[in-house]
């Protein structure tokens, strides 16, 4: 609810109409369990037979509004991990999951151009002078690249590139990554020169 709220009012802004009906294209529900189900069997940091549990966990709370510390709890609980690890699991999986039905929605809804738009406080990873300037993943480069479609634009179906790595979409840059997808509106926010 809140990913869809954020993803309208994005819009909304954009373009200034509603986009209601795009928020709950048919085969959300499914999308957001291959989605869960891809992004738990990324975790390196718990044995494979939890990532049953971890997955219902997620998909469980996301569904149920919880917020992450309470999922956070869950993991714990149910998996035996630290709190530290339990509540970065579950941030990270909820970031992630924000990602990935922004991306579908913005698909559903025809847009083929976002912005990627960093944090911007010291914690973003290559930005220099931050926390974090050597980071092999640059939130802070992949928000003011340009690959020929304006600064920080890329395609929704392609991510961004960086470092040699393909396909990266905003809030899965890398692990708790806290970068968004600005819907980029061509004719009302966006004009590109191709």
Request: proline share 4%; hydrophobic share 35%.
């Amino acid at each position: 609810a809140d990913n869809a709220e954020h993803f309208r009012d994005s819009v909304n802004q954009a373009v200034g109409i509603d986009f209601q009906l795009i928020t709950k294209p048919k085969g959300m529900t499914d999308y957001l369990e291959a989605s869960t189900a891809e992004n738990v069997n990324l975790i390196k940091s718990i044995p494979r037979d939890y990532f049953e549990k971890v997955e219902s966990l997620v998909l469980g709370g996301m569904k149920d509004g919880l917020a992450p510390t309470a999922i956070a709890k869950q993991i714990q609980e149910q998996t035996g991990v630290s709190a530290r690890r339990a509540k970065l699991i579950a941030r990270d999986q909820v970031s992630q999951l924000n990602s990935d039905l922004t991306r579908q929605r913005q698909a559903a809804a025809g847009i083929e151009f976002y912005k990627a738009v960093d944090a911007g406080d010291q914690r973003v990873s290559g930005a220099p002078g931050g926390k974090y300037p050597n980071a092999k993943i640059s939130c802070y480069g992949i928000a003011r690249q340009d690959i020929g479609y304006g600064q920080g634009v890329y395609k929704v179906s392609d991510g961004a590139p960086w470092g040699g790595k393909t396909g990266l979409q905003p809030g899965k840059h890398h692990v708790l990554c806290r970068c968004i997808a600005i819907a980029m509106i061509q004719g009302v926010n966006y004009f590109p020169d191709k």
